[in-house]
């Protein structure tokens, strides 16, 4: 849930950005050459620990799953 969360949070960033320069920029590659790359990789940073969130959440989820599904048969 946390990975999900990031990952909007990630586009929300993305999205402030654009508004940012009013709409007056209509290439993506012109936002990214105009916004500092400091800036720029804080969106990247967050969608990357939501993307690390969600593959742990579901790694998690199915060793629990195969755990208990292999308890039954032995």
Do not use: C, R
């Not at 290439?27 to 800036?39: E, F, G």
């Not at 990247?44 to 060793?63: D, Q, Y």
């Amino acid at each position: 849930f946390l990975g999900v969360i990031l990952m909007g949070l990630s586009g929300l960033e993305k999205v402030l950005i654009f508004t940012a320069f009013k709409g007056e920029v209509h290439q993506m590659q012109a936002i990214i050459d105009l916004t500092p790359s400091y800036i720029w990789s804080i969106t990247n940073i967050t969608f990357g620990f939501g993307l690390i969130s969600i593959i742990i959440g579901v790694v998690l989820f199915f060793k629990e799953f195969i755990a208990q599904n292999t308890k039954k048969f032995l």
